[in-house]
């Protein structure tokens, strides 16, 4: 037994002696979950690391800079998610159906529809960076460098939406650790990179952003080999059971609806997250350059402590899914009920870890004493709203698995939207000033979470994968 699974087996017995967690779901769950916490977190440390960078090199100009870019490469990312939402969704299902063929197809759907969202995306980038860093009301400093950023970072918006196709397959067939080795080298390879031209060749924001650009067109290679089938030799890495061919059909409508049909509303809920960024950061740009970047420095730390649900919510996804595909609806209820109890559990210690390090974590990305006083606080009101994006991402994970994906878009609207963006608006006309968005990054996230759980202890979203099941053709 080697000692991730001696780990693993410890954990399993103490978790089911706490009654969060049988030991018989704990091992696939974290067979599953472990990568992609791994990948999670790789993924959010290349940003979260240049920010750093960028803090030291160039100052508070480059970090408010920074986070107006970043801003936009976050609705890449969600978008990026919620498509590849529904390709998890239909390719778990179809392979715990033992249907391979349509499975391939289902990620060829993916591809086509990847790169008809990148591609404009790409030119808008490249052609109206300033305009849209503009958008925010920036100083001047902060507008160039974030215009700077958004540029060279332009290319990297189709191989890191491809990569998520990618990465969702993988995960869909229950292989999380290839797209773990692939996730995790580009993160280096962009740490590495960035602090390099950062630093060694003095380029600063630009730096960062070349870095970024080739380090995930690195992770597209990497991932592209299994994806068409290809052995990674000795590497641990596995071809992807389900791969993309050049022969064959690339476009079934059939499928390519329930693709869309699916995918469209996680595309809403992810980008409803998204989105709201936008807002608070121009709320925040009231306050000045201080409060955009110690904003910034509490929602990455915050997507740091989410690498959880990077595996959690897709554990969640696949196994949920899995059972669903086989016609096992009591254990497809089992699993997700188990993984939302173990995701509290989690996010709660990990918060309480952060609430306590808050400054040492924010003197990490800036230097001075008022600066680091503001970036503490938003760390640990960050970490603290995390304990729902725990719960959030693993019942909406679940629901997902099942192709349920309608109303957890709704619930993230009315959270974000109808709860955490008037309260952040509060600090321009009452007294509560920087105090409306610590309140509005605690409700961002609990309002969602309420629902989603709610959703998924009514079950209905049983009755919805059935129209989505393999075993619906045949019918």
Same mark, same amino acid.
């Given at each position: 037994?080697?000692?991730?699974?001696?780990?693993?087996?410890?954990?399993?017995?103490?978790? #089911?002696?706490?009654?969060?967690?049988?030991?018989?779901?704990?091992?696939?769950?974290?067979?599953?979950?472990?990568?992609?916490?791994?990948?999670?977190?790789?993924?959010?440390?290349?940003?979260?690391?240049?920010?750093?960078?960028?803090?030291?090199?160039?100052?508070?100009?480059?970090?408010?800079?920074?986070?107006?870019?970043?801003?936009?490469?976050?609705?890449?990312?969600?978008?990026?998610?919620?498509?590849?939402?529904?390709?998890?969704?239909?390719?778990?299902? $179809?392979? =715990?159906?033992?249907?391979?063929?349509?499975?391939?197809?289902?990620?060829?759907?993916?591809?086509?529809?990847?790169?008809?969202?990148?591609?404009?995306?790409?030119?808008?980038?490249?052609?109206? *960076?300033?305009?849209?860093?503009?958008?925010?009301?920036?100083?001047?400093?902060?507008?160039?460098?974030?215009?700077?950023?958004?540029?060279?970072?332009?290319?990297?918006?189709?191989?890191?939406?491809?990569?998520?196709?990618?990465?969702?397959?993988?995960?869909?067939?229950?292989?999380?650790?290839?797209?773990?080795? *692939?996730?995790?080298?580009?993160?280096?390879?962009?740490?590495?990179?960035? =602090?390099?031209?950062?630093?060694?060749?003095?380029?600063?924001?630009?730096?960062?952003?070349?870095?970024?650009?080739?380090?995930?067109?690195?992770?597209?290679?990497?991932?592209?080999?299994?994806?068409?089938?290809?052995?990674?030799?000795?590497?641990?890495?596995?071809?992807?059971? %389900?791969?993309?061919?050049?022969?064959?059909?690339?476009? #079934?409508?059939?499928?390519?609806?329930?693709?869309?049909?699916?995918?469209?509303?996680?595309?809403?809920?992810?980008?409803? !997250?998204?989105?709201?960024?936008?807002?608070?950061?121009?709320?925040?740009?009231?306050?000045?350059?201080?409060?955009?970047?110690?904003?910034?420095?509490?929602?990455?730390?915050?997507?740091?402590? $989410?690498?959880?649900?990077? =595996?959690?919510?897709?554990?969640?996804?696949?196994?949920?899914?899995?059972?669903?595909?086989? $016609?096992?609806?009591? #254990?497809?209820?089992?699993?997700?009920?188990?993984?939302?109890?173990?995701?509290?559990?989690?996010?709660?210690?990990?918060? %309480?870890? %952060?609430?306590?390090?808050?400054?040492?974590?924010?003197?990490?990305?800036?230097?001075? /004493?008022? #600066?680091?006083? !503001?970036?503490?606080?938003?760390?640990?009101?960050?970490?603290?709203?995390?304990?729902?994006?725990?719960?959030?991402?693993?019942?909406?994970?679940?629901?997902?698995?099942?192709?349920?994906?309608?109303?957890?878009?709704?619930?993230?609207?009315?959270?974000?939207?109808?709860?955490?963006? /008037?309260?952040?608006?509060?600090?321009?006309?009452?007294?509560?000033?920087?105090?409306?968005?610590?309140?509005?990054?605690?409700?961002?996230?609990?309002?969602?979470?309420? %629902? $989603?759980?709610?959703?998924?202890?009514?079950?209905?979203?049983?009755?919805?994968?059935?129209?989505?099941?393999?075993?619906?053709?045949?019918?």
């Amino acid at each position: 037994m080697t000692g991730r699974q001696a780990a693993i087996e410890f954990l399993a017995t103490a978790l #089911e002696r706490l009654g969060i967690i049988d030991a018989e779901r704990f091992r696939p769950t974290a067979e599953l979950a472990w990568p992609r916490i791994v990948t999670g977190f790789a993924i959010m440390s290349k940003q979260t690391a240049d920010l750093a960078m960028v803090g030291i090199a160039v100052g508070l100009a480059g970090t408010a800079g920074l986070a107006y870019a970043l801003a936009f490469w976050e609705i890449v990312t969600m978008l990026g998610l919620g498509l590849a939402g529904g390709t998890v969704s239909l390719v778990s299902q $179809n392979y =715990g159906g033992e249907e391979t063929e349509r499975a391939s197809l289902i990620v060829k759907q993916s591809i086509l529809l990847t790169v008809v969202l990148a591609v404009p995306i790409v030119a808008v980038f490249l052609s109206f *960076a300033d305009s849209l860093i503009g958008l925010f009301g920036a100083e001047d400093a902060s507008l160039e460098h974030g215009a700077t950023y958004l540029t060279f970072v332009a290319p990297a918006v189709l191989f890191e939406m491809l990569n998520l196709i990618a990465s969702r397959t993988y995960t869909g067939v229950g292989d999380t650790f290839t797209e773990m080795i *692939a996730r995790a080298g580009g993160a280096a390879l962009n740490i590495v990179l960035s =602090g390099l031209l950062i630093f060694g060749l003095e380029m600063g924001v630009a730096g960062a952003a070349i870095g970024t650009t080739v380090s995930t067109g690195f992770v597209t290679v990497v991932l592209a080999w299994g994806m068409i089938g290809r052995s990674y030799g000795a590497l641990g890495m596995e071809p992807s059971p %389900v791969p993309v061919t050049a022969s064959g059909s690339w476009l #079934e409508p059939s499928l390519m609806r329930q693709v869309i049909e699916i995918s469209a509303p996680e595309i809403g809920r992810r980008l409803a !997250q998204g989105i709201v960024v936008f807002p608070l950061l121009w709320i925040a740009a009231t306050f000045g350059p201080v409060v955009v970047t110690a904003l910034e420095v509490g929602r990455r730390v915050r997507g740091l402590i $989410n690498s959880i649900n990077w =595996g959690l919510s897709l554990a969640s996804s696949s196994l949920v899914g899995q059972h669903l595909g086989s $016609n096992d609806e009591a #254990e497809a209820g089992a699993y997700g009920a188990a993984i939302i109890r173990l995701s509290v559990v989690l996010y709660a210690g990990l918060a %309480v870890v %952060v609430v306590v390090f808050a400054e040492p974590i924010a003197s990490l990305f800036v230097t001075g /004493p008022e #600066e680091a006083a !503001q970036a503490a606080t938003f760390v640990a009101v960050g970490a603290i709203s995390s304990i729902s994006y725990g719960i959030d991402g693993a019942a909406a994970g679940a629901l997902l698995g099942a192709g349920d994906t309608r109303l957890p878009f709704v619930a993230s609207l009315v959270g974000r939207y109808g709860f955490a963006l /008037p309260a952040a608006a509060l600090g321009l006309v009452t007294p509560l000033g920087i105090g409306a968005l610590y309140l509005a990054l605690l409700l961002e996230t609990t309002v969602p979470a309420g %629902v $989603n759980y709610w959703l998924f202890r009514r079950g209905r979203w049983k009755a919805v994968s059935r129209r989505y099941r393999p075993s619906s053709e045949a019918s």
